[in-house]
């Protein structure tokens, strides 16, 4: 029985959601207990209300689909413990990532390499000066201005500047990824994992657990070898766990970007072997963050010496690692509730029916 094992979808506990027996981790069901930031009900109605002032989605959709792509439940069961402000601003900028997602693959489905390039560099720029951009016409760059502005304001300009560089980099791997998919390259297996964390933008959402703590990290805590380890695997299992859920989804779409796709292409596996080789993959991550998270903790205690400092910081690495251990459960459920991966309830499988096939922001 699934430790949490009821939709948040419609608000109701009496949806039971069935996990197909390829896709079930007995251990995450067992093992990491689902929790939900109390702030949720009012999160899911503010970033919808969000999404429609930003012009990111049609009203139509989203009427129709937006509570049920769970893009709130996925935050709400990360960032446990956040200020509410601070969970609407991180919900809202994730909201805005999935559209950003839509709008990149739509752009390549169709051959918008014009379009691509002009919202990269102009994405690049809002990022650098959100204030001066919140009024851009592609409602993409103004929604991005919107959502690092409300980022940038809870913690000092260090951590703004690390938040900037490392999603500057987000960008240019998107960059790669539509260069691989326009000319039909897969990825060899190494190089797609090192892709795979900065499109899946490993180090943003571990960025965003500071914010959540209330307290910017050192670097000699965020880069000691267990924080460090910890944090990269509560990360890989989500990439790798997105890329077994949705691999339907992407053979159908003639994907190239996929764990999976790069096992059978590269590693000569039948596709069947390659699912087994994924799965094989994600069970051994689970398996290693466990003993990660005992070394995170013990190092936890270290920090915790006689000095306010001291406390206070090995509190915040407490909470962050709770969090890191959240997002497997977030994720998993996320997974089976989101619209996002229900293909077989698709008009056309290789066509999401939540995304909008227009440029948005070229009239």
């Not at 690049?124 to 760059?141: C, M, N, Q, R």
């Not at 944090?231 to 766990?241: K, M, N, P, R, T």
């Not at 000569?268 to 995170?296: K, Q, Y």
Request: proline share 5%; net charge negative.
């Amino acid at each position: 029985m699934p430790a949490f094992p009821y939709s948040t979808t419609y608000g109701t506990t009496s949806t039971v959601i069935a996990v197909p027996p390829s896709l079930s981790l007995r251990v995450i069901e067992a093992a990491f207990p689902r929790k939900l930031h109390e702030y949720w009900p009012k999160l899911q109605e503010k970033t919808r209300t969000w999404l429609l002032e930003k012009r990111l989605m049609p009203a139509d959709k989203v009427a129709e689909y937006a509570d049920g792509l769970c893009y709130t439940d996925l935050m709400a069961g990360y960032y446990i413990g956040a200020p509410d402000e601070v969970l609407q601003a991180i919900a809202d900028y994730s909201a805005w990532f999935f559209v950003w997602d839509d709008r990149h693959d739509r752009d390549i489905v169709h051959g918008r390499s014009a379009d691509w390039r002009r919202l990269r560099f102009r994405l690049h720029a809002a990022l650098d000066s959100p204030e001066d951009h919140l009024h851009h016409g592609d409602p993409l760059v103004a929604g991005l201005a919107d959502s690092v502005r409300r980022l940038y304001s809870f913690l000092p300009g260090t951590w703004n500047a690390r938040f900037a560089r490392h999603f500057h980099e987000v960008i240019e791997a998107y960059d790669r990824e539509f260069r691989n998919r326009t000319q039909g390259i897969v990825p060899t297996v190494e190089g797609y994992l090192a892709l795979r964390r900065l499109t899946f933008a490993h180090w943003i959402w571990t960025d965003l657990l500071e914010p959540s703590a209330g307290c910017e990290l050192p670097d000699a805590v965020r880069k000691h070898p267990a924080y460090r380890r910890a944090a990269l695997l509560s990360q890989e299992f989500a990439a790798w766990y997105n890329d077994l859920c949705s691999l339907p989804k992407e053979i159908a779409g003639d994907e190239v970007h996929n764990l999976g796709i790069s096992l059978v292409t590269h590693e000569g596996l039948t596709l069947e072997e390659a699912v087994e080789e994924l799965r094989r993959r994600i069970e051994e991550c689970i398996s290693e963050f466990l003993a990660a998270e005992r070394d995170a903790l013990r190092f936890a205690d270290e920090l915790a010496d006689d000095t306010v400092r001291g406390k206070e910081l090995s509190v915040a690495v407490r909470a962050c690692l709770g969090n890191m251990r959240n997002w497997f459960s977030s994720v998993y459920w996320f997974h089976h509730e989101s619209g996002r991966y229900m293909v077989d309830s698709w008009d056309d499988r290789s066509t999401p029916p939540y995304v909008n096939n227009e440029a948005a922001g070229e009239k």
